[in-house]
């Protein structure tokens, strides 16, 4: 997958997966897709690929994904070859009650195929998306400093700064999730007792003005409110003002610049659910 340089303080700070000299481009597709659908689809690509599975191993797999339970998981990696080039197709399934949570990796002619038959089939569920709580430091955690990064510093031209990672240290950081995939984030810095201010949130491109937004801040107040937390605020970005006060936000004090940009200040009174 994209390989990413560590050091959030480098200019080389990007995706190297974007230059065109590391070779074949990977690609990954998820989604929610019904259980016969998914038995459609698989049908649809053994019938189709020039290598296909082991005898047996396609039944045994409809198999194991028709059985899978609410909460329950499975990860297979396959060999196939698809207009004469080889190549892994990797696959995680989550079951839901008549329906799967599912996730392809792949490049090439393979993973194009892949797209043409799973592709019309899925469907990005918000709901199915989950708040997590990673640690600085983790895998988990450079995994969020670079959607932040991509998102919003990089537009800016702006680097991480020796300040900005020392509140990395005190702040608390949360992703929000389908299957393992990372596709919103924010952090959250304690100001007082049940006071808190959220900072750097950001919705990766691809899932951007698709209710994921929404999902992340409904996810985060819940998890807070049930903290004892009774008022957020936070900095917004005036051109994205308008969509935190849909939320419940409401605008403090006067315009002002942070990074270069016009921000205002919004804060909301959360409702407690412990």
């Known amino acids: 997958m994209d390989r990413v340089v560590k050091d959030p303080t480098s200019p080389d ?3 190297a997966g974007d230059q065109e000299d590391e070779g074949p481009q990977e690609f990954r597709m998820v989604g929610a897709i019904g259980k016969e659908s998914f038995r459609e689809f698989v049908a649809e690509l053994d019938g189709t ?4 599975f082991r005898p047996g191993q396609l039944n045994t797999l409809m198999g194991k994904v028709s059985n899978l339970g609410q909460g329950e998981s499975l990860s297979s990696l396959f060999s196939l070859s698809y207009r004469g080039q080889a190549s892994a197709l990797q696959m995680a399934a989550e079951g839901e009650e008549t329906s799967l949570y599912v996730r392809m990796e792949g490049s090439g002619p393979v993973m194009e195929l892949v797209a043409e038959k799973f592709g019309p089939r899925i469907q990005a569920t918000v ?6 709580e990673v640690e600085v430091g983790s895998p988990r955690y450079e ?3 670079r959607l932040r990064f991509l998102e919003l510093r990089l537009p800016l031209g702006l680097r991480w700064t020796v300040d900005d990672l020392k509140w990395e240290q005190v702040e ?4 929000l999730y389908l299957l393992d995939q990372p596709v919103a984030v ?3 810095r304690e100001l007082a007792e049940g006071s808190v201010k959220l900072r750097q949130i950001a919705t990766a491109k691809a899932y951007q003005g698709k209710g994921f937004g929404r999902r992340l801040m409904a996810l985060i107040e819940e998890q807070l409110a049930g903290e004892g937390v009774h008022t957020c605020e936070l900095n917004s970005r005036m051109n994205v003002a308008d969509f935190y006060e849909k939320l419940g936000f409401e605008r403090e004090e006067e315009v002002f610049e942070e990074i270069g940009i016009p921000h205002i200040k919004m804060e909301k009174r959360l409702i407690p659910n412990g």
Do not use: N
């Open 13 to 15: 700070y990007v995706m």
């Open 127 to 132: 709901e199915l998306a989950r708040l997590r």
């Open 143 to 145: 995994e969020l400093l």
């Open 186 to 188: 924010v952090a959250v």
């Open 172 to 175: 608390r950081h949360f992703g």
């Open 49 to 52: 690929l020039e290598k296909s």
